[in-house]
Nanobody, 122 residues
Framework: QVQLVESGGGLVQAGGSLRLSCAAS????????MGWFRQPPGKEREFVAV????????SYADSVKGRFTISRDNAKNTVYLQMNSLKPEDTAVYFC???????????????WGQGTQVTVSS
């Protein structure tokens, strides 16, 4: 059982930056792709970014491409989401997830964190 704990959320003005962290309870680098998803108020959970297992290939939602960067530190069992040029529409609860395959689909992920709130004011 992999436990994931997100941190780094908060309130930021539009144009600002935040870095989210996702700490895993065990070594995930060789076994799991790691994804970030978000759920805006009153909406479905949506894909944000994913990073593959050891090789570190990445993929992003079009809405965040060029502004967000996903990375992983396998030695620390931690995945990061650097968010720059934030917009009010980025306001959401952000979740990290671990899955066996690189995917943009929520049901393919086996483990989820509890989420961290990101609020971007205009």
């Amino acid at each position: 059982q992999v436990q994931l704990v997100e941190s780094g959320g908060g309130l930021v003005q539009a144009g600002g930056s935040l870095r989210l962290s996702c700490a895993a309870s065990e070594r995930t680098s060789s076994s799991y792709a790691m994804g970030w998803f978000r759920q805006p108020p009153g909406k479905e959970r949506e894909f944000v970014a994913v990073i593959t297992r050891s090789v570190g290939g990445t993929s992003y939602a079009d809405s965040v491409k060029g502004r967000f960067t996903i990375s992983r530190d396998n030695a620390k069992n931690t995945v990061y989401l650097q968010m720059n040029s934030l917009k009010p529409e980025d306001t959401a609860v952000y979740f990290c997830a671990a899955g066996r395959a690189m995917s943009i689909i929520t049901i393919t992920y086996n483990y989820w964190g509890q989420g961290t709130q990101v609020t971007v004011s205009s």
